[in-house]
Structures are given as C-alpha cells and as structure tokens.
Nanobody
Framework: QVQLVESGGGLVQPGGSLRLSCAAS????????MYWYRQAPGKQRELVAV???????NYADSVKGRFTISRDNGKNTVYLQMNSLKPEDTAVYYC???????????????WGQGTQVTVSS
C-alpha cells in the first residue's frame, strides 16, 4: 500500500517561515498531481496549492505570493515553502497525491496524516 508521511510543521512567529515536506512511499508506479490542503478548527478543509505532473502550479488567493509548492519526482516528495506567515495560516496541513500503484490501471488519491502549523507570538 502507498503511504504519505508529512514533516516540517511546528510553531513559528508571525513573519517567519516553514517548509513542509510530504514523502510518498510504497508500490508507486506514477504520481500525477500533488496538493496541499489545510484545515483550521471549525473550518472547512481548503485547497492551498496544487502542482501537476508537468510542474504547473496554482494557489489559493490567501497564500499567493507567500507560499511556493514544488516537487522532487526522484524522491516522490512534495514541498510547501511558507514565508511571511500570518496567524491566519494556523491550521493542520495535509498533503494529497494522485498515485498509480504497480498492478493498477488507474490513479487513486492518497492523503498524508496532517501536520500542525501554528503561527503565534
């Protein structure tokens, strides 16, 4: 089975930076798009950023210009560089990847376990 493991979350002051990582492992044949979502308490889960297999990116308006999504296909890893962090960015961040496993003929969505990001002074 495929697993996505996230790392890099933590406590940071307003204006600070963090880089989240999400590494996929298991019987992976191909990875298509990769995503970062976040969910604050009492709020809906929202899409933060997406990167396609071709490297095209898109961002939520609330993070545009501050966050950068990237991927390393050799490591099956997606990153989220977060700069100029605000208290409003506080949330649990989840990665997602569309993955085709060995022995499968279709892509399935896999989710990471989530990592807490807290922006506070």
């Amino acid at each position: 089975q495929v697993q996505l493991v996230e790392s890099g979350g933590g406590l940071v002051q307003p204006g600070g930076s963090l880089r989240l990582s999400c590494a996929a492992s298991g019987s992976i044949f191909m990875i298509n798009s990769m995503y970062w979502y976040r969910q604050a308490p009492g709020k809906q889960r929202e899409l933060v950023a997406v990167i396609t297999s071709g490297g095209s990116t898109n961002y939520a308006d609330s993070v545009k210009g501050r966050f950068t999504i990237s991927r390393d296909n050799g490591k099956n890893t997606v990153y989220l560089q977060m700069n100029s962090l605000k208290p409003e960015d506080t949330a649990v961040y989840y990665c997602k990847a569309d993955i085709r496993s060995y022995g499968s003929t279709w892509y399935s969505a896999y989710w990471g376990q989530g990592t807490q990001v807290t922006v506070s002074s």
